[in-house]
């Protein structure tokens, strides 16, 4: 039985075989009141529990399950665009994508370095001519072309010489910057546009009868 002391208002626990023994009488702990414990009963009220899981709770449960559903949601949607941004050096050689890629980097701080594709560039034409007064000078002439989606950076031109017999006789590297005219030396090759190249080599050895384009 819970009682409350009509005086001070402590509220306290007593068992019926004190009220019985003091006639239902009862001393407060806190301010020495005698009263009536029975008359000053407290009733207690339903649970505070039960009521807070009854009302409270359905309202946290619904605010929860939409926050979930968010985050859920921004998740499928981070995951594949942290995937574009990882890749995007290597989706740019996409041909589906890589135009549309390289178009948002243009807004974007994508940080994106040309990417090399040589396999992309095409040989349209080449010649090897001796020269009418040197035979030991060659007049080296190539048009190629960036098939690539994307702009690149020029290649490095690697010429081989052959002789007759299909033998190697000579051998050579050269930068963008020595095929190159000095206006496009520091641009990039773009997407379908013929570049044509001139080169006079001198080679020692008389008898250059084929040759080979390598780009690096």
């Known amino acids: 039985m819970l009682t409350c002391c009509p005086s001070c208002g402590t509220k306290f626990r007593v068992v019926p075989e004190h009220l019985y023994a003091a006639a239902g009488k009862v001393r407060c702990g806190y301010c020495q009141q005698i009263f009536d414990a029975q008359r000053s009963e407290v009733t207690l009220g339903p649970p505070i529990l ?8 359905p309202e946290l449960k619904s605010k929860w399950n939409i926050f ?14 942290q995937w574009i941004w990882w890749e995007r050096s290597w989706l740019i050689t996409v041909p589906s994508i890589g135009s549309m890629i390289t178009q948002s980097c243009q807004y974007l701080p994508c940080g994106l370095q040309p990417i090399r594709v040589p396999e992309k560039i095409e040989v349209l034409q080449r010649s090897l001519q001796p020269d009418l007064k040197n035979p030991k000078i060659f007049h080296f002439q190539m048009r190629m072309v960036n098939n690539a989606s994307q702009k690149q950076p020029f290649p490095l031109l690697e010429l081989r010489l052959f002789n007759s017999q299909s033998e190697l006789i000579g051998q050579r590297r050269f930068e963008p910057q020595q095929y190159l005219a000095t206006k496009t030396q520091d641009s990039l090759m ?26 690096r």
């Open 68 to 81: 979930l559903l968010l985050g859920t949601l921004l998740l499928f949607v981070a995951l594949p665009i």
């Open 190 to 215: 773009l997407p379908g546009t013929p570049i044509d190249v001139a080169l006079d080599l001198f080679h020692a050895q008389v008898g250059v009868s084929g040759f080979q384009i390598d780009f």
């Open 50 to 57: 039960a009521t807070y899981a009854n009302d409270v709770t």
